[in-house]
């Protein structure tokens, strides 16, 4: 079946340091990639998305790309903030010949936590 | 346009009690998910509802669990004779078009559901 793997965390960094969290996935079928952050106490917000191989995604300074060679989306950005302290998600849906209706398959999740 | 929104936010039941999670989908999205996130983990999908229909339900357990999404009104997920490891959060999301792959879901704050 689908899976989703993240680089484990906390990850703790300082402000403006660079971030890469790793995501690797596996799926039968042609995926959508998603990342996806939570603040403390809310839901998920979409961060970014690549639906194709090769697509780039990007929002407020991150970055993703679909890599089908290595089945991989790393998330980046190259000087994070306080405020970039969140949960971070990377998931997956799958086409699965038209039968998994955009279910979202996720990772466990990787805690970062920017200092000052 | 208000998003996704879900009552209630904590919900502290006794053990062998009934819970309600309800879920309002944003204005004009027709269809619904319903996710579970156990402490420490990724979000599990739980069932996927279109208006008056359960689509996909393959994430749900056998017993004890339902869900609804009635022509009028918010979803329902239905939890009956609740037990300790039901402790999760259960966020529901919505989407504007026909369960696909590639669209992007918006998800609700969640419920807190603490089983004592």
């Known amino acids: 079946g689908d899976s989703v793997t993240q680089m484990e965390g906390p990850v703790t960094l300082s402000e403006e340091a660079f971030l890469t969290i790793n995501c690797t996935y596996t799926?039968?079928?042609?995926?959508?990639l998603f990342w996806y952050v939570q603040y403390p106490g809310e839901g998920l917000q979409l961060l970014l998305k690549?639906?194709?191989?090769?697509d780039k995604g990007s929002n407020k300074g991150f970055e993703a790309t679909y890599r089908k060679e290595t089945t991989s989306f790393h998330l980046e950005k190259g000087s994070v903030q306080v405020s970039d302290s969140a949960v971070y998600f990377c998931?997956?849906?799958?086409?699965?010949?038209?039968?998994?209706?955009?279910?979202?398959?996720f990772g466990q999740g990787t805690i970062l936590t920017v200092h000052p | 346009n208000a998003g996704v929104m879900q009552n209630p936010r904590h919900l502290v039941r006794r053990r062998g009690q009934e819970a309600r999670l309800r879920c309002s989908p944003m204005?004009?999205?027709?269809?619904v998910y319903w996710y579970r996130q156990l402490p420490e983990e990724g979000l599990k999908f739980m069932v996927y509802?279109?208006?008056?229909?359960?689509?996909?339900e393959s994430g749900m357990p056998k017993e004890r669990f339902s869900a609804e999404f009635p022509k009028e009104g918010p979803s329902i997920l239905r939890i009956q004779q609740v037990v300790r490891g039901d402790s999760a959060a259960y966020f529901c999301?919505?989407?504007?078009?026909?369960?696909?792959?590639?669209?992007?879901?918006?998800f609700g704050p969640g419920t807190r559901l603490t089983v004592t």
């Open positions: 509802l279109q208006k008056e229909n359960i689509i996909d």
């Open positions: 799926a039968t079928g042609y995926p959508s």
């Open positions: 999301a919505s989407s504007p078009n026909r369960g696909s792959h590639s669209y992007e879901q918006y």
């Open positions: 204005k004009g999205h027709s269809h």
């Open positions: 998931a997956l849906s799958d086409d699965a010949g038209g039968t998994s209706y955009g279910k979202l398959t």
């Open positions: 690549a639906t194709k191989a090769d």
